[in-house]
């Protein structure tokens, strides 16, 4: 008798304190993980000809245009903004930027003018101000949008995808996609 206490006690303990541990099969352990929250960068200030320029124009700026890179260790501060290092790029005399802000692209090139607007650039969310997040138009392969609307959550939500003339970029645009049923 006593030994069927104690294995029920064990079993009952067992069966108690491992709820918390285990997932059911029909409840998946899901994992959530809450990107760039409390981060702090640590930027260089960016020169483009001896211009400064928000470091946002390093991610459409043609590869194959820059002449020079230079990178300096010392801090500098710029209009009250303190950065850590320099980024000096010098650029072929014939190349022509055309820099455009991400709220400029948007008037200029689509026609969302109603609900939020949030904008990709090869596949990457960006989490910037879009007055002050520039491109370089040249560099542009393509732009989609795409506009969500919902009106039980009562939400307009314009995705602007854009996407640079990579070499990647390049490639899958010009595959051929055979769709079908066999």
């Not at 020079?68 to 650029?91: H, L, N, P, R, S």
């Amino acid at each position: 008798m006593k030994r069927i206490i104690i294995i029920s006690a064990t079993f009952l303990s067992l069966n108690v304190f491992g709820q918390g541990r285990f997932q059911s099969e029909k409840e998946p352990f899901l994992k959530v993980v809450y990107l760039n929250e409390n981060s702090v960068e640590e930027k260089p200030a960016c020169f483009l000809n001896g211009k400064h320029i928000d470091e946002s124009v390093l991610n459409t700026l043609q590869p194959e245009e820059v002449e020079t890179i230079k990178v300096e260790k010392e801090d500098v501060e710029i209009d009250k903004v303190k950065y850590f290092g320099k980024i000096i790029i010098q650029t072929k005399e014939s190349y022509e930027p055309i820099f455009l802000s991400l709220n400029q692209l948007k008037s200029k090139y689509t026609n969302c003018k109603e609900g939020v607007t949030i904008f990709e650039i090869d596949n990457e969310v960006i989490k910037a101000d879009y007055d002050k997040y520039s491109v370089d138009a040249n560099f542009i392969l393509k732009i989609t949008v795409d506009k969500l609307e919902n009106s039980i959550e009562n939400f307009n939500l314009n995705v602007v995808k854009i996407y640079t003339k990579s070499e990647e970029n390049i490639k899958n645009e010009s595959q051929i996609k055979i769709r079908g049923s066999e």
